[in-house]
């Protein structure tokens, strides 16, 4: 590469937007990036603690991945040869692109959806093609069937970020069943849904499920995701693709530990859900949003040309939301992750004040 190919390619990569992380405000209500902090600090300190008792970090992690591979099969109810670890399921999904698209596949997704998933495929140049959602914040499974057929990959987070949309078990196995391609579903958010389609990949060759410890399990910050696929896939994932450490290894102790502790994981992704029906009642009830169902730890809705005025007064009360603007026919989206009782009440309170 010469000294002038080098500049341009630098000059090309800076017109890219990149991943847009949330703006950081100290000390505010975190309801903006979708974690869960239902997991309380003491789980987490029990969950560290195991991690630190058990890694000595002057040793690279070998033979401590494999651990927690057989702990993730028997979760997902696998074999652990189908099962992949990765550095969040970011990097999972940065592998799969970089090593199976190309500027020569076309990629078959919804509009909106995983944002980080967008800009990759921006950065490699792989075409997208991208099926709107509908009013109500739904896709059509005729859409997607009928589109399937122009593109190699399909990629559906399901349920979606930043709707909350999930097609039914019945349509999303539909799709994977008649599409003849790699199909990559992302299920970060699949705990707080009504399934999973973990166990179809015993089935469907071409089906790669990615998942995450980010969002039920509530370890955002220790950077765990995996990938559940057919065995020869895993083989090649993790012998060739994947880096020879992806996850440090105190990382890899909590997730086995968290594994342990399911039960308690569990009882928090309920109140969750139950939470979840309680914001979206509310503010149906307030009259004045638009309030699209969710099957996941977080609830869209359009503040009918309010969203910046909302999201303003709401962090100027140090609770932080995610605006996103223009969805579909929806001017004004903002998303508010599900937090604890506590948060997600001085939440409405706060929107109920609002409106007043
Ligand atoms: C749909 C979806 N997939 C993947 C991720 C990334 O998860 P991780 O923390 O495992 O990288 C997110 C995070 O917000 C997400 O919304």
Request: hydrophobic share 40%; net charge positive.
């Amino acid at each position: 590469m010469t000294k002038q190919e080098f500049s341009s390619k630098i000059e090309e990569l800076s017109k890219l937007q990149g991943y847009q992380k949330p703006e950081y405000h100290h000390g505010v209500l975190k309801l903006d990036s979708n974690e869960n902090f239902v997991v309380n600090k003491q789980l987490q300190q029990d969950i560290i603690n195991f991690a630190q008792k058990n890694s000595d970090v002057r040793e690279y992690p070998l033979g401590k991945s494999e651990k927690l591979v057989e702990s993730i099969a028997s979760y997902v109810g696998l074999p652990k040869y189908m099962v992949g670890i990765g550095n969040g399921s970011d990097q999972i999904l940065d592998i799969i692109l970089a090593n199976f698209a190309s500027r020569k596949t076309k990629i078959l997704t919804s509009n909106p959806t995983f944002s980080f998933f967008e800009e990759r495929c921006k950065l490699y140049d792989i075409p997208t093609i991208k099926i709107p959602f509908t009013k109500n914040m739904t896709l059509d499974i005729n859409d997607f069937l009928s589109k399937s057929k122009q593109a190699d990959i399909l990629y559906l987070d399901s349920p979606n970020n930043p709707t909350g949309f999930q097609f039914k078990k019945d349509e999303l196995s539909r799709i994977v069943s008649k599409f003849d391609g790699m199909v990559i579903v992302d299920e970060a958010y699949g705990e707080f849904s009504d399934y999973s389609l973990a166990s179809m990949t015993k089935k469907y060759n071409n089906l790669i499920v990615v998942r995450t410890f980010s969002k039920s399990f509530g370890l955002a910050g220790l950077r765990l995701g995996y990938v559940l696929a057919n065995k020869k896939f895993i083989d090649v994932f993790t012998r060739v693709l994947q880096y020879p450490y992806p996850l440090n290894a105190l990382a890899i102790e909590a997730g086995v530990f968290a594994l342990q502790k399911i039960k308690q994981i569990e009882e928090t992704t309920k109140i969750i859900k139950e939470e979840r029906t309680r914001i979206i009642k509310k503010l149906r009830e307030s009259k004045a949003f638009d309030v699209f169902d969710s099957k996941a730890n977080f609830v869209l809705f359009d503040a009918r040309g309010a969203d910046k005025r909302i999201y303003t007064a709401l962090l100027e009360q140090g609770i932080s939301i995610r605006k996103l603007g223009k969805i579909g026919k929806h001017e004004g989206c903002l998303r508010v992750t599900v937090g604890t009782k506590d948060m997600n009440s001085k939440f409405l309170l706060a929107i109920r004040d609002l409106l007043k």
